[in-house]
């Protein structure tokens, strides 16, 4: 069983830049894909980034440019840096690990997550 524990949300007007944080608990990280997901209210659950064994990226559209992932396998701690946050950015954003590769973008495919942790961005 892998834990995941999210940090470094919080309150952000927009423009503004947050980092999230993700240590995980399982010494085989480095055999882990991982992504982070938001959930607005009342909305789906929706992929954000995510990074591959070998640390290849992938992004959703709506952050492209923006949002960076990156992991350190040494920490096992997978990081989210968030710049030129907008409004429609704010969520609860999760971590979750996926046994496989990379690449991949639906929820259901990621065996573990975080309990998330909440951003705000103020207009």
């Known amino acids: 069983q892998m834990q995941l524990v999210e940090s470094g949300g919080g309150l952000v007007q927009a423009g503004g830049s947050l980092r999230l944080s993700c240590a995980t608990s399982k010494g085989t990280f480095s055999r882990y894909a991982m992504g982070w997901f938001r959930q607005a209210p009342g909305k789906e659950r929706e992929f954000s980034a995510g990074?591959?064994?070998?640390?290849?990226?992938y992004y959703a559209d709506s952050v492209k440019g923006r949002f960076t992932i990156t992991r350190d396998n040494a920490e096992n701690t997978v990081f989210l840096q968030m710049n030129s946050l907008k409004p429609e950015d704010t969520a609860v954003y999760y971590c979750?690990?996926?046994?496989?590769?990379?690449?991949?973008?639906?929820?259901?495919?990621?065996?573990?997550w975080g309990r998330g942790t909440q951003v705000v961005v103020s207009s």
């Open positions: 990074i591959s064994r070998f640390a290849t990226t």
């Open positions: 979750a690990a996926d046994g496989s590769f990379g690449g991949r973008r639906d929820p259901r495919d990621y065996e573990y």
